[in-house]
């Protein structure tokens, strides 16, 4: 289906064409926009609420700034939809975070739009701040450098390393600050009342904008009545506010808050704070969702909702005939409701995802008992360090790829003190549309050499619950690693009784003869179907469930190496360094020389698209675990020469 633009948007193909029109149009265009992108992800799906929020922000930006010249860096990105329509690919977005498609997020190779690739947050005034200072160093003095970042993303230390480098600095930076009170879920902690406390504070605002009618007043009599307002402003926030002004206090020029829904007026302002040099921050307050009623009241489900009828907002979902299996975060959720329920030691944390990876659910039965700190995993980890050492087991729940941010924190301040922390990686392996910069990839291969740290994965649900269950055993009062997908697990009864796993021990699938496939976690669903495919087919493949990355069963790889006459092994993660690897040491250090073929992900950057299509496209689906057994087995099928025709 084609989703036809409005006829203002239909005639913008680049910025240029944004600045044909009258400020006046401004508000039409938006309008266009807006009602493009819910027409678009309605049918096609994506993220929703975010580029929904931002829509007059995108008209504003490039409509002012001499975009690509200046360069525009979005944070995260999952509201630059927008930008993206506006700079060139509104006839290619129904290819929108579809295999072989346009990212979801800005990305360096897609457009010279995309001055930054972004996926996760708190990266955009880092970024925007180097990009200014080389543009000194090379004497550009005329671009601008422009970082629009969340109040959610705002919570994490890289956003405050960056602030506090740039106000030492001259360079030509300004960032926006898009205040909706929201990440994907309502965000917490002190900054957000700070922010809450000026955007609600009717007197300062009132004052602020008597004292800049003013300063307009003055400001053809030169340059004293400017300073001598802007240190009156300066009194007055600190006065009204009851505090110093945060970014003031890092060297930045404060402006706002202002409604970051009025188009025009954000113009306005962005074409004056073109000519004010230095570090400048811009406060917009913004809705999430803006302009779809659904959207703005519950804009955590419509973060990224689906397809759905844009008319009624009912969100499609497939009719089910049966139970179907959960997803593996459920999963999580309701099991460590349960642990904690018969053990009260046990706390969970997570950096701002509790829907994402479902502690929302122990958040709601025990609020003083699971923790959302904010968009900051090295926090996350080294508070849960914190908690460990006063002898709780904390569950710190961090998707895998935003795992690799806390990688200090995992070694320096858990494994080397070997305290109790249970780490859940959700999204492990391919992430699907959301891309490499969300693919868990290499956590088997980072987490595998940490001294102390069991390194596991489940191939199912009743394997995460005991995995869980297994951690939280006082003899096993160290760092412990558990890994599983995205999306469905393989069960629809899926609570079984909790029972312990004895570390490193894997579990036998298939006795067979020949060729052996070892797998690790979910995959080894897909080695499952492998196999019996092999067996219709007369072959006799044994399947072996490994559960531990590290500690190795060694007892189960003595038996198979000397049982089997070659070896297939399959992970959803990386193969330099990952289980594979793993299994290859173990039979160098033992005298073994089998042969053996690694499925996994290759060592290289692997785009977007259902987990399905990755999955065969680095030849690790069912077919091509079927071929590599076949090929090993030497049974492969051999292709069919085609006739030609003279």
Same mark, same amino acid.
């Given at each position: 289906?084609?989703?036809?633009?409005? &006829?203002?948007?239909?005639?913008?193909?680049?910025?240029?064409?944004?600045?044909?029109?009258?400020? /006046?149009?401004?508000?039409? *265009?938006?309008?266009?926009?807006?009602?493009?992108?819910?027409?678009?992800?309605?049918?096609?799906?994506? #993220?929703?609420?975010?580029?929904?929020g931002v829509v007059e922000l995108s008209v504003a930006l490039h409509y002012?700034? +001499?975009?690509? @010249?200046?360069?525009?860096?979005?944070?995260?990105?999952?509201?630059?939809?927008?930008?993206?329509?506006?700079? $060139?690919? !509104?006839?290619?977005?129904?290819?929108?975070?579809?295999?072989?498609?346009?990212?979801?997020?800005?990305?360096?190779?897609?457009?010279?739009?995309?001055?930054?690739?972004?996926?996760?947050?708190?990266?955009?005034?880092?970024? %925007?701040?180097?990009?200014?200072?080389?543009?000194?160093?090379?004497?550009?003095?005329?671009?601008?450098?422009?970082?629009?970042?969340?109040?959610?993303?705002?919570?994490?230390?890289?956003?405050?390393?960056?602030?506090?480098?740039?106000?030492?600095?001259?360079?030509?930076?300004?960032?926006?600050?898009?205040?909706?009170?929201?990440?994907?879920?309502?965000?917490?902690?002190?900054?957000?009342?700070?922010?809450?406390?000026?955007?609600?504070? !009717?007197?300062?605002?009132?004052? !602020?904008?008597?004292?800049?009618?003013?300063?307009?007043?003055?400001?053809?009599?030169?340059?004293?009545?400017?300073?001598?307002?802007?240190?009156? =402003?300066?009194?007055?926030?600190?006065?009204?506010?009851?505090?110093?002004?945060?970014? =003031?206090?890092?060297?930045?020029?404060?402006?706002?808050?202002?409604?970051? @829904?009025?188009?025009? @007026?954000?113009?306005?302002?962005?074409?004056?704070?073109?000519?004010?040099?230095?570090?400048?921050?811009?406060?917009?307050?913004?809705?999430?969702?803006?302009?779809?009623?659904?959207?703005?009241?519950?804009?955590?489900?419509? #973060?990224?909702?689906?397809?759905?009828?844009?008319?009624?907002?009912?969100?499609?979902?497939?009719?089910?005939?049966?139970?179907?299996? &959960?997803?593996?975060?459920?999963?999580? $959720?309701?099991?460590?409701?349960?642990?904690?329920?018969? +053990?009260?030691?046990?706390?969970?944390?997570?950096?701002?995802?509790?829907?994402?990876?479902?502690?929302?659910?122990?958040?709601?039965?025990?609020? /003083?008992?699971?923790?959302?700190?904010?968009?900051?995993?090295?926090?996350?980890?080294?508070?849960? %360090?914190?908690?460990?050492?006063?002898?709780?087991?904390?569950?710190?729940?961090?998707?895998?790829?935003?795992?690799?941010?806390?990688?200090?924190?995992?070694i320096h301040d858990v494994a080397l003190q070997n305290l109790h922390v *249970?780490?859940?990686?959700?999204?492990?392996?391919?992430?699907?549309?959301?891309?490499?910069?969300? #693919?868990?990839?290499?956590?088997?291969?980072?987490? !595998?050499?940490?001294?102390?740290?069991?390194?596991?994965?489940?191939? +199912?649900?009743?394997?995460?619950?005991?995995?869980?269950?297994?951690?939280?055993?006082?003899?096993?009062?160290?760092?412990?690693?558990?890994?599983?997908?995205?999306?469905?697990?393989?069960?629809?009864?899926?609570?079984?009784?909790?029972?312990?796993?004895?570390?490193?021990?894997?579990?036998?699938?298939?006795?067979? =003869?020949?060729?052996?496939?070892?797998?690790?976690?979910?995959?080894?669903?897909?080695? %499952?179907?492998?196999?019996?495919?092999?067996?219709?087919?007369?072959?006799?493949?044994? #399947?072996?469930?490994?559960?531990?990355?590290?500690?190795?069963?060694?007892?189960?790889?003595?038996?198979?190496?000397?049982?089997?006459?070659?070896? *297939?092994?399959?992970? /959803?993660?990386?193969?330099?360094?990952?289980?594979?690897?793993?299994?290859?040491?173990?039979?160098?250090? +033992? $005298?073994?020389?089998?042969?053996?073929?690694?499925?996994?992900?290759?060592?290289?950057?692997?785009?977007?698209?259902?987990?399905?299509?990755?999955?065969?496209?680095?030849?690790?689906? *069912?077919a091509g675990i079927a071929t590599a057994l076949r090929e090993l087995s $030497?049974?492969?099928?051999?292709?069919?020469?085609?006739?030609?025709?003279?």
């Amino acid at each position: 289906m084609i989703v036809e633009p409005g &006829p203002l948007l239909a005639e913008i193909n680049s910025p240029d064409d944004l600045k044909k029109l009258s400020p /006046d149009q401004l508000v039409q *265009v938006s309008q266009e926009l807006r009602q493009f992108i819910v027409d678009s992800v309605s049918i096609y799906g994506g #993220h929703f609420g975010a580029s929904l929020g931002v829509v007059e922000l995108s008209v504003a930006l490039h409509y002012i700034f +001499n975009t690509p @010249h200046d360069q525009l860096v979005w944070d995260v990105g999952h509201q630059a939809y927008g930008h993206k329509i506006l700079t $060139g690919r !509104r006839d290619q977005f129904p290819t929108n975070r579809r295999y072989q498609g346009m990212s979801g997020f800005p990305k360096r190779s897609e457009s010279p739009y995309d001055a930054f690739g972004v996926g996760h947050s708190s990266t955009s005034i880092g970024a %925007a701040l180097g990009m200014a200072v080389a543009s000194d160093y090379k004497g550009e003095f005329d671009r601008q450098h422009i970082a629009v970042i969340g109040d959610g993303a705002m919570t994490a230390g890289m956003a405050f390393e960056a602030l506090n480098h740039a106000g030492v600095e001259k360079s030509n930076l300004l960032v926006i600050l898009n205040d909706n009170c929201m990440s994907i879920d309502p965000n917490v902690g002190a900054l957000k009342e700070y922010l809450t406390d000026i955007t609600t504070s !009717r007197t300062y605002n009132k004052v !602020r904008d008597e004292l800049w009618n003013v300063l307009g007043k003055l400001s053809k009599f030169g340059p004293n009545p400017q300073q001598i307002a802007r240190r009156v =402003e300066q009194a007055m926030k600190a006065t009204l506010l009851k505090q110093g002004n945060l970014f =003031e206090a890092l060297n930045f020029r404060y402006f706002g808050p202002v409604d970051g @829904h009025d188009v025009q @007026h954000l113009a306005t302002i962005l074409a004056d704070l073109k000519n004010i040099p230095g570090p400048k921050l811009l406060h917009c307050v913004t809705v999430k969702g803006k302009g779809y009623a659904l959207a703005e009241k519950d804009q955590t489900l419509w #973060h990224a909702p689906g397809l759905f009828d844009k008319i009624t907002g009912e969100i499609y979902k497939k009719a089910l005939d049966k139970p179907q299996p &959960p997803k593996y975060q459920d999963v999580f $959720g309701h099991t460590i409701v349960e642990l904690a329920e018969a +053990n009260d030691k046990i706390m969970g944390v997570t950096p701002a995802m509790p829907s994402g990876c479902s502690l929302n659910i122990m958040m709601k039965a025990m609020p /003083d008992r699971a923790f959302d700190v904010g968009i900051a995993e090295q926090h996350a980890v080294t508070f849960s %360090a914190g908690l460990a050492t006063q002898g709780l087991v904390p569950f710190c729940n961090i998707y895998s790829s935003f795992m690799q941010r806390a990688y200090d924190q995992v070694i320096h301040d858990v494994a080397l003190q070997n305290l109790h922390v *249970v780490f859940c990686l959700d999204r492990a392996g391919f992430a699907g549309a959301d891309g490499p910069t969300h #693919h868990g990839n290499y956590d088997l291969a980072f987490m !595998r050499c940490v001294p102390n740290l069991v390194v596991s994965a489940p191939m +199912n649900e009743e394997e995460l619950r005991n995995l869980m269950y297994t951690a939280t055993l006082p003899e096993n009062a160290g760092p412990f690693s558990i890994r599983y997908p995205r999306g469905e697990g393989v069960m629809p009864e899926w609570r079984t009784p909790l029972k312990k796993i004895a570390i490193g021990t894997g579990r036998v699938v298939r006795e067979g =003869e020949g060729v052996a496939v070892l797998s690790i976690g979910h995959i080894g669903n897909y080695a %499952a179907k492998a196999t019996q495919q092999l067996v219709a087919e007369g072959l006799n493949p044994g #399947h072996y469930d490994m559960r531990f990355c590290k500690p190795l069963d060694e007892e189960m790889l003595h038996r198979i190496c000397r049982k089997y006459k070659s070896i *297939v092994t399959v992970e /959803d993660g990386c193969l330099p360094g990952g289980f594979g690897s793993a299994i290859l040491e173990f039979m160098a250090d +033992n $005298g073994y020389a089998l042969p053996v073929r690694r499925l996994g992900i290759p060592d290289r950057v692997v785009e977007h698209g259902t987990q399905d299509e990755l999955y065969k496209e680095c030849g690790f689906d *069912v077919a091509g675990i079927a071929t590599a057994l076949r090929e090993l087995s $030497g049974k492969a099928v051999k292709p069919v020469a085609e006739k030609v025709l003279l």
